[in-house]
């Protein structure tokens, strides 16, 4: 008798959770198609060289030439959409954006260059096989390497190369190793590979606190590699804890774990993933405030971005971990995906120039970029979807 209400019990369960998953599908695949046909009307707005940058004032599309850090998300973006729709105008829209963005391979005046190279072209490589994307990927590498003193052991994130004072690293940095680790595998010169994991260990070494947080900026001494100050630049205060800079650490060692294999890499996007699940400020729809110690939650914004980075960096970490963890990496994900995909968070045709996700925020303490849309937002979030189709295939 026992066993036969058990078995009931858990045919329940596998049948709720088998039709929360159709219904994901649907959500997804709806989510998915309106993207596509949104990004083809959005490139309608922008002149060739222009990216999408935010919504400003107004309302009004603000935009950026292909120099700011975000240029490379927009065409990025676009090569998951053709990927999904396999449409031939979302490929030329892609082809042309991404050959827009080309020319930043040889930018060193700051680290950004795998976000802004490695994205699209990244893309491009993985969903059409186009071996015109690798020159570029490999130069883009070089860019990044001439930023990097073996004295200091870190690719330096902001300012000159020229500059003797300072030395600035941010945990932002680790977004940039993937393109590293790709050119390693392009080339088989492991010098890339090499930096990829001096960057990786020394920001284990200094960047994070006991409790897996992480600081947004570290201050270096160029002489001698020593950490001068612990600060923040974009989160609430030095010693809070900036919901993105938290996601950009969990993705970056999700990756690196993924290219090294090295477990010392899985154990620190385990920590961040604690840190992040098992905050007492973290809501229950799953999107982080845009510091986990912002001064008024509950009533403090919100951070789309921060919560797309996350959900795309836990599907990868699902599947690294053993069941349990794996179970709430997933849980997590899928409860991200479904709140930004509801109408709070996920726009109508034609809202907000064509963006796909309101509420992100960009750099607060600067009143820059604040409850608005983000293009990294965006295509974090596709690429958490099409994770999602991928890690739930339709039987
Ligand atoms: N990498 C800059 C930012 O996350 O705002």
Redesign the pocket.
Known sequence: MIRSITLFILMVISIAGQSQRSSLHQTINSSLSLAAEQYVILDHLLADSLFPRNIGKEEKLVTNKSGW?TSGFFPASLWYLYEYTQDPVLKDIATRKSKMVEREKLNTSDHDIGFKIYCPFGNQLHITSDSSTVPIIITAAQSLCKRFDPKVGLIRSWGSIQDTKDYVVII?NMMNLELLFAATRLTGDSSYYKVAVSQADKTIDNHFRPDGSSYHVLDYDPATGAVRKKRTA?GFADESAWA?GQA?GLYGYTVCYRETRDKRYLQQAQKIAAFMLKHQNMPADKIPYWDFNAPNIPNALRDASAAAIMASALLELSGYVNKKERKSYITTATTIITTLSDTTYRTKMNEKSNFLLKHSV??LPANSEVDTPLSYADYYYLEAMLRWKKLNPKK
Do not use: A, C, M, T
Request: charge should be neutral.
């Open positions: 850090w932002d974009q993105r950009w960009g750099h």
